[in-house]
């Protein structure tokens, strides 16, 4: 979507309302001064850099303003990838042609990023990205993104994959959907090591070391699941050298904010267990429990949010919903044996 603020363009030292945190609404002036770059400062990396630099002044509005500039400005390669010729993936020409792997992404996004004065570095390794199932292992290496090192500390920052997602045409061959994504900006590493390993190990920012078996059993893990509060990282990473294995419900993306105080952790639950699960939310949300059998449940209002108490009776498929004025919308997922 683009921001029409022409005020921005005459007057960009506004960039600096920019809050520093990681909400989206703190950088939306930002993001519309980037979005509306002239062609006269795309020419290169440099005029690039010297147009974020007018307005960004901290590291990460830096970063936020090449981030953004990145994928909406360059689209992925889909022939390249479907046919194994990649193609030219230097940061110069990538701004050239605005397409490009996830190389290519990476290497302009280093360039600038570091022409604006941040420390920043391209990774190359391991994701679990398009095509990826759950308990698949790796020959090589697959995916490049960039660390950046924000207040000190080292970040994850995905614009390929930020920049949109993938499905399959009637040839099976893939087609990349362009959305922006904000999930992969700015991600704790502990966050993104379930979906990124680097093949240099210090370049994944942990005091403990994960193998590439132990990323292969890591659960396939959305960054925005440690948002719900329900389970840590620094939990599923100490299960990874017990060896007992990750069973998690399946989570689904979704827009609505809600923290999960109390849910099994499980995928499966038994029949006839009680189960019990309880959210805490702001804004006014109605959830519901959906059976196999098509049988709906409401979940009981509290004072912070909702809960429930039921006993499955069925095998099958249990659905946790949220409605919306669209329909309902399936937020988690687990399998009654």
Same mark, same amino acid.
């Given at each position: 979507m683009k921001f029409t603020i022409l005020l921005l363009l005459f007057f960009p030292d506004l960039v600096q309302a920019t809050t520093q945190t990681n909400n989206p609404t703190s950088f939306k002036v930002i993001d519309a001064y980037m979005r509306n770059c002239p062609a006269s400062s795309e020419k290169s990396t440099s005029d690039i850099a010297a147009y974020i630099s007018q307005s960004a002044r901290t590291d990460i509005e830096k970063a936020r303003a090449v981030y953004v500039w990145v994928t909406d400005n360059i689209n992925y390669n889909d022939w390249g990838y479907n046919t194994g010729n990649l193609g030219d993936n230097s940061a110069e020409n990538v701004l050239q042609t605005r397409v490009a792997v996830c190389a290519g992404f990476a290497d302009l996004f280093t360039e600038i990023a570091a022409k604006t004065g941040?420390? !920043?570095i391209t990774v190359t390794g391991y994701a679990k990205g398009y095509g990826y199932d759950e308990g698949d292992s790796f020959d090589e290496s697959n995916h490049a993104w960039n660390a950046v090192k924000i207040e000190g500390s080292w970040r994850i920052f995905d614009a390929t994959w930020g920049?949109?997602?993938?499905?399959e045409d009637s040839r099976g061959k893939l087609k990349s959907i362009k959305a922006f994504d904000e999930t992969w900006f700015n991600v704790d590493p502990k966050h993104s090591i379930f979906t990124h390993l680097s093949e240099i190990p210090y370049q994944n920012f942990l005091a403990q070391n994960i193998s590439l078996a132990e990323f292969e059993r890591l659960p396939n893990v959305n960054p925005n699941l440690f948002s719900?509060?329900?389970?840590s990282a620094e939990e599923l990473l100490a299960q990874v050298k017990t060896k007992k294995a990750f069973n998690l419900p399946e989570?689904? &993306?979704?827009?609505?904010?809600?923290?999960?105080?109390?849910?099994?952790?499980?995928?499966?639950?038994?029949?006839?267990?009680? !189960?019990?699960?309880?959210?805490?939310?702001?804004? &006014?949300?109605?959830?519901?429990?959906? &059976?196999?059998?098509?049988?709906?449940?409401?979940f009981e209002k509290t004072e912070k949010g909702s809960k429930i108490n039921f006993i499955p009776f069925n095998s099958g498929e249990i659905k946790l919903l !949220?409605?919306?004025?669209?329909?309902? !919308?399936?937020v988690m997922m687990y399998d009654v044996k």
């Open positions: 941040i420390e !920043v920049q949109g997602g993938a499905t719900f509060g329900w389970i989570m689904y &993306d979704h827009e609505f904010s809600f923290r999960i105080l109390n849910a099994p952790k499980s995928r499966i639950l038994r029949i006839k267990e009680k !189960v019990s699960i309880e959210l805490s939310f702001e804004e &006014d949300l109605h959830f519901f429990i959906l &059976d196999s059998f098509e049988e709906w449940t409401a !949220v409605e919306t004025p669209s329909g309902f !919308v399936t």
